[in-house]
């Protein structure tokens, strides 16, 4: 089964950029859709980007041109580069794998989720 680990959050500005990296240390992960949620405190989580077992991509409207996601098959690891960041996009973010191929925008349709990587965009 997947075993995720996010990494590479921090602390940055408006304006700044950031690459996020999931890897998979399960090496379960290949075929299957993945995606990037993430939560702010009193939120509930948020699609944020996915891509299929084919590699269809899919985005939030909030970051749509702004943020891509991709994956790495030969290093079973999921990123997520993210752009122009706001104030906003601050939250927890996690990733998260499915057992089947085809994307789904519900949280509760992923089976497997990292522990999640704090990112904080200041104004």
């Known amino acids: 089964q997947a075993q995720l680990a996010e990494s590479g959050g921090g602390v940055v500005q408006a304006g700044d950029s950031l690459r996020l990296s999931c890897a998979d240390s399960?090496?379960?992960?290949?075929?299957?859709?993945m995606a990037w949620f993430r939560q702010a405190p009193g939120n509930r989580r948020e699609w944020v980007a996915g891509?299929?077992?084919?590699?269809?991509?899919n985005y939030g409207d909030s970051v749509e041109g702004r943020f891509a996601i991709s994956r790495d098959n030969a290093k079973n690891t999921l990123f997520l580069q993210m752009n122009s960041l706001k104030p906003e996009d601050t939250a927890v973010y996690y990733c998260?794998?499915?057992?089947?191929?085809?994307?789904?925008?519900?949280?509760?349709?992923?089976?497997?989720w990292g522990q999640g990587t704090q990112v904080t965009v200041s104004s």
């Open positions: 891509i299929s077992g084919g590699g269809t991509t």
């Open positions: 998260a794998a499915r057992t089947v191929w085809y994307l789904s925008r519900r949280a509760d349709q992923y089976d497997f």
């Open positions: 399960g090496r379960t992960s290949r075929n299957v859709a």
